[in-house]
């Protein structure tokens, strides 16, 4: 409250709200960075780092995983700044920085820019620049491609705007090798056809914000029943591909059995998602629980499976 005081030395003095106000501003230039999803993605930067065939020195390893830190912040500052209007429109996100107001646009976009080439040309420095070209695509695709182009156009926005949550261990492991194989290359592919079950359990039961926005997700375009029967076809389709680093030799038996039971358990969770109980249109009359239930499991099913790679080419191979 404003006419708050405190007692000092006897006399009445005003409460200073200076501070609170100063880290308020602070969280909301943080949550431009949506550090949320950014945390997903750094770790999977780290694990292709650490797999990767050729030492990096511990310093430079930090400073490229910054660099993959604030890079995926500056695409996220850059996300908000385009996606303002729609933000506005949808409860999940009416609340951030830019469209309630705390945040004007041009300092938003000004901040991601700076952000990015800061990022691309540290990465360049630190380790080389083919980490940092993979960095800066990364940036583009996220922006231009999926935030600009893809996301209000098709509903296949998620499929192939996937491929920009899928770069970090590629670039992880650019950074410590200067040069990108076979396996990161699967690494890669892993995490694209992790996204759109991933992302469409997620939209099932927030289908109501994008179809205010008129964003042509798979449920407001196509219907809950066919989304429900994508995340199942897809969660299949990621199960063979996430035990390509054993069938090439990369990975040991370790990994191959932790992948296994991960995708088993994925696999029981999307059947979930198909067989809950719908309405006639598909729309779940559970409160969407069993998609919310995928939808949590496959953010500890990535972070899972990413830790038992690097186990099993650290500790156990």
């Known amino acids: 409250m404003s006419g708050a005081t405190i007692e000092k030395g006897g006399a009445q003095a005003p409460l200073d709200a200076s501070s609170g106000a100063d880290f308020s501003e602070v969280r909301d230039w943080i949550t431009l960075l949506k550090p949320r999803v950014m945390t997903l993605v750094v770790f999977t930067g780290i694990v292709g780092l650490l797999v990767a065939p050729a030492p990096i020195h511990p310093v430079l390893g930090v400073a490229a995983i910054l660099c993959i830190a604030v890079a995926a912040g500056a695409a996220g500052a850059i996300n908000m700044w385009y996606d303002r209007d729609i933000d506005a429109l949808m409860r999940r996100t009416a609340r951030r920085p830019i469209p309630s107001g705390r945040i004007a646009p041009n300092a938003a976009l000004g901040y991601g820019l700076t952000l990015s080439f800061a990022s691309v040309a540290v990465m360049g420095l630190a380790t080389n620049w083919v980490a940092a070209g993979w960095l800066a695509f990364s940036i583009f695709?996220?922006?231009?491609?999926?935030?600009?182009?893809?996301?209000?156009?098709?509903?296949?926005?998620?499929?192939?705007?996937?491929?920009?949550?899928?770069?970090?261990?590629?670039?992880?492991?650019?950074?410590?090798?200067?040069?990108?194989?076979?396996?990161?290359?699967?690494?890669?592919?892993i995490v694209f056809m992790w996204t759109p079950p991933h992302f469409w359990a997620l939209s099932l039961w927030a289908h109501g914000d994008y179809a205010r926005a008129k964003v042509p997700m798979l449920p407001v375009t196509h219907g809950a029943r066919e989304t429900r029967r994508q995340v199942l076809l897809y969660t299949i389709a990621l199960i063979p591909v996430t035990l390509a680093p054993w069938f090439v030799g990369f990975s040991g038996l370790a990994y191959a059995a932790a992948?296994?039971?991960?995708?088993?358990?994925?696999?029981?969770?999307?059947?979930r998602v198909v067989r809950e109980a719908q309405d006639e249109a598909g729309r779940s009359l559970l409160n969407d629980a069993a998609a919310r239930a995928t939808f949590k499991y496959s953010l500890y099913y990535l972070f899972a499976l990413f830790a038992a790679l690097a186990v099993d080419r650290l500790w156990i191979a």
């Open 141 to 189: 695709f996220y922006v231009v491609i999926y935030t600009m182009w893809l996301k209000r156009r098709t509903p296949q926005n998620i499929v192939i705007g996937g491929a920009a949550g899928a770069f970090p261990p590629v670039i992880g492991w650019a950074a410590a090798t200067g040069d990108v194989s076979l396996v990161p290359l699967i690494l890669f592919a």
């Open 259 to 271: 992948a296994a039971i991960l995708g088993a358990v994925f696999l029981w969770h999307a059947v």
